[in-house]
């Protein structure tokens, strides 16, 4: 009932600020001539999510920080692999911090003017899909295009307003609802379930165990994922 992810972030620069040794010449130029690199404090680093159903949690989850909030993640994955138990043992407790994953339901058209909605404030989807910012980012392609149309005098505002909403509804909202069904961001999905969701961790780990040593099942995992994650469907 509880899962977990792990995002590795690396860049070419050390802790230091330093570019790394074996950098290409291309980016080690690039970044030498990029004044904001004096200023970024974002390092390597690891970002180990766990989550589950709301009701696995204590229901005072959101008030807690810090080393509270580690000693919960670590009572909760007991039972997991110790190496992965190490990370959180050797995590940052100030950088720990709970999180209420939310979803929206879809919405009827309404009537257009010049204010219109992109982005969460319209479709906020679980990270199931991890497309929430993808699709901001097309949101604000299209309305942008459309705007571009109207500045032409091709249409009125309203009109390249409308014409934006009338696209963006359907697609943000089909990923609203691809989102809540994948990867267990839904408190209803099946593997929270006592006997079901046993056996679709077992399948779960069938698959992912055959993908990764078949390259070409791991090709295609790959590049279905990232063909879904475009601006266009």
């Known amino acids: 009932g509880m899962m977990g ?3 590795v972030m690396e860049f070419k620069w050390d802790r230091h600020g330093d570019l790394k040794p074996g950098v290409a010449a291309a980016e080690a130029d690039l970044l030498r001539g990029w004044p904001g690199l004096r ?3 974002t390092r390597d680093n690891i970002n180990f999510i766990i989550w589950s159903s709301a009701r696995r949690f204590p229901a005072d989850v959101m008030r807690r920080r810090g080393e509270d909030l580690v000693r919960l993640a670590q ?3 007991h039972n997991w692999h110790p190496h992965l138990r190490e990370l959180l043992a050797r995590s940052d407790p100030g950088s720990a911090l709970p999180i209420r994953v939310s979803t929206s339901e879809p919405v009827p058209a309404w009537k257009s ?3 219109t909605l992109l982005g969460d404030a319209i479709h906020t989807m679980t990270p199931g899909r991890g497309v929430g910012a993808n699709t901001a980012l097309r949101d604000a392609a299209l309305l ?3 705007i571009r149309l109207a500045a032409a005098g091709d249409k009125t505002l309203v009109q390249a307003v409308a014409d934006y909403e009338a696209a963006m509804l359907p697609y943000g909202f089909a990923r609203v609802h691809d989102s ?3 990867s267990g961001t839904s408190g209803d999905d099946r593997i929270y379930r006592p006997v079901i969701g046993r ?3 077992l399948g779960a780990r069938g698959y992912f165990g055959i993908t990764s040593r078949v390259p070409r099942l791991r090709r295609k995992f790959v590049d279905d994922f990232y063909t879904y994650r475009g601006e266009e469907d």
């Open 39 to 41: 200023h970024d404090t």
């Open 199 to 201: 056996l679709a961790l």
């Open 180 to 182: 809540l069904h994948r």
């Open 144 to 146: 942008c295009r459309q």
């Open 75 to 77: 009572e909760l994955t």
């Open 5 to 7: 992810v792990l995002h």
């Open 113 to 115: 003017s010049t204010v």
